[in-house]
């Protein structure tokens, strides 16, 4: 008895129809997945065995083989001059495909990862200078301040000390008595040095008689 003879009386004995198309929609629907290439393959040989009438012939085999892996995957193992034609063929090419494409995977996560780290930095780094140069526009403005309060400072020292030198340099005015410091005349009732020139017909401002005060030459 062949393998295939055995199939169809063990399918015939233990499984039903229901039974048979579920496993044959498995089979046609089946994908790779979070498996790998052994793994996919493996599980697809066990479905195969529970449902050779699906193939006629090991290329259409392989054709619904193709279609389980990944489409990156599927892309490698026809990227030869020719597609595969036989399992052992279409396998061996999927095998290659993924450890090439897992490394490329992993060179592209490296590179944006890489990428990501240099953005974060740089982003890092503006947000400490954008800090730095508020603080120092914060603290400008107190130190200019400062230097305004101390020039200010400066030129009232230096106006003092000139106002100083001049004070020093001119004579200051003798005190002169004032004209109420003078006792009252009894003769006019004013107050004035010296004797009292009214009622004689002297001048009050030279006490030279002949005219008035104020037709003197001394009246400006």
């Known amino acids: 008895m062949t393998w295939e003879d055995f199939v169809e009386e063990f399918k015939e ?14 089979l046609n629907n089946f994908r790779q997945g ?3 290439v052994a793994e996919a ?25 193709m279609k389980m892996f990944h489409s990156d995957l599927a892309v490698v193992i026809n990227s030869g001059p020719y597609p595969p034609t036989t399992v052992a063929d279409c396998v061996s090419r999927a ?24 953005k974060a930095q740089v982003k ?37 000390a000139g106002r100083q030198g001049n004070q020093q340099n001119f004579p200051q005015k003798k005190n002169t008595p ?25 001048c009050f401002l030279c006490g030279k008689e002949g005219h008035y005060a104020r037709s003197c030459n001394l009246n400006p």
């Open 41 to 65: 393959v493996q599980k697809f040989e066990q479905l195969a065995r529970l449902c050779p009438h699906l193939f006629s012939s090991e290329r259409d085999k392989v054709r619904k083989m």
């Open 124 to 160: 890092q780094n503006q947000i400490k200078q954008g800090q730095t140069s508020q603080q120092k526009g914060q603290g400008g403005p107190s130190g200019q301040n400062n230097n305004r309060q101390y020039g200010s400072n400066q030129q009232k020292r230096k106006w003092n």
């Open 13 to 26: 004995k233990y499984f039903n129809t229901e039974v048979m198309e579920a496993q044959q929609d498995e």
């Open 178 to 202: 004032d004209s109420n410091s003078y006792p009252t005349c009894q003769k006019c009732g004013k107050k004035h040095p010296g004797d009292c020139r009214a009622g004689n017909g002297r």
């Open 95 to 118: 095998v290659r495909a993924e450890y090439w494409v897992g490394q490329n995977r992993e060179q592209r996560a490296k590179f944006f990862q890489e990428k990501r780290e240099e």
């Open 34 to 36: 979070n498996l790998s």
